[in-house]
């Protein structure tokens, strides 16, 4: 079956003082209809940058997306033009940005805001249009629909104005969603209810989800797929059950050893030392080498590639076959 999504050997270059600095580098994945792949990592590590490079949302000025290709649905979207990738987004694949509170406009009215999500591709017709937001907000779960379409941003909860989002996110029923860390600061109450929210939506569509978290509970709940990213790379990637039961790089085992769980009877919670090496320092050889407790001299000077174990990925040179011979 061809994938819904892949994309081969993206690389995104950020300009930082007259140079251009490499951000994000060789990333590859596949997503098929249906599935829910999660990039999880550092705040910090790129994936919102490849999540936004996918649209090409970045600014022009300050960033360069290059790949080999990206097809969605067997089209390489990375050869459109700006106009024809206004086609693709919203109605091809939508987006649920991080910040509900920065991403809607203050002056506009929920409403409003919603009426353009369906009039950007002629999706209803203009008498049509307002009934058609607020069954779309009774979709996403608010209550007394007709009231908050009249009302602003700033007098939603932040759960309300994040269902906004998926509202319009959902508005020009895209194969493909991808969530910018679509819970952060929400309490704990409202993140499982938009959890639920997104899973109960995926099923009914049959779209499939790119979900960008840092929070491992998140990727429990909802993963088929998972992406770990450190350092503008992907260091791993496998199925959610193969990544919980058997972590490979020794980033995500550092990262699922700092979970609190209700069998371990611990004082002090396992942290990664060390910090994540900024855009214009990177090291010549594995980027965290210096964080690595198994780190080799090998490690230091060669960049590992990605090695195929079992059935996931690993960028480690703890799995290359030439050091087992």
């Known amino acids: 079956m061809e994938p819904l999504l892949e994309v081969k050997n993206l690389q995104v270059d ?22 829910t792949l999660t990039i999880v990592g550092e705040s910090g590590c790129g994936k919102s940058v490849t999540s936004m490079s996918l649209l090409r949302l970045l600014p022009k000025a300050t960033a360069q997306i290059r790949s080999d290709q990206i097809l969605f649905q067997g089209e390489d979207i990375s050869k459109l033009s700006g ?39 002629d999706m209803v017709d203009k008498s049509d249009v307002t009934q058609a937001s607020i069954n779309l907000l009774k979709v996403v779960g608010i209550n007394a629909p007709e009231q908050r379409y009249k009302e602003y941003p700033h007098q939603l909860s932040g759960g309300m104005r994040q269902r906004v989002m998926i509202a319009m996110a959902l508005a020009q029923q895209p194969s493909v969603i991808i969530a910018d860390e679509p819970t952060t600061a929400l309490d704990v109450t409202i993140q499982a209810q938009i959890l ?11 779209s499939a989800i790119i979900l960008i978290t840092h929070d491992m509970g998140v990727v429990a709940e909802m993963a088929d797929k998972i992406i770990v990213m450190y350092a503008g790379m992907f260091v ?3 199925s959610a059950r193969d990544l919980f039961t058997n972590p490979l790089h020794p980033y995500t085992q550092g990262l699922l050893a700092a979970i609190p769980r209700k069998d371990m ?19 010549p050889g ?23 174990y079992s059935n996931s990925s690993v960028r480690c040179f703890l799995y290359d076959e030439k050091d087992g011979e």
């Open 83 to 121: 106009k024809e990738m206004t086609h693709i987004r919203g109605k091809g694949i939508g987006m649920i940005f991080q910040d509900s509170m920065t991403s809607l406009n203050p002056v506009k009215t929920i409403g409003k805001q919603l009426d353009e999500a369906f009039q950007v591709h």
């Open 265 to 283: 009877d611990i004082e002090r919670l396992n942290v990664i030392e060390g910090t994540v090496p900024t855009l214009t320092d990177m090291p």
């Open 14 to 35: 950020f300009k930082i003082d007259k140079k251009w600095v490499p951000a994000v580098e060789d990333v590859h994945f596949k997503l098929n209809a249906g599935e």
């Open 286 to 308: 594995c980027r965290f080498y210096d964080r690595c407790q198994h780190a080799m001299e090998r490690c230091k000077r060669e960049l590992p590639q990605m090695y195929q």
């Open 196 to 206: 639920e929210l997104l899973r109960e939506l995926k099923e009914k569509s049959g």
């Open 236 to 238: 791993e990637q496998a």
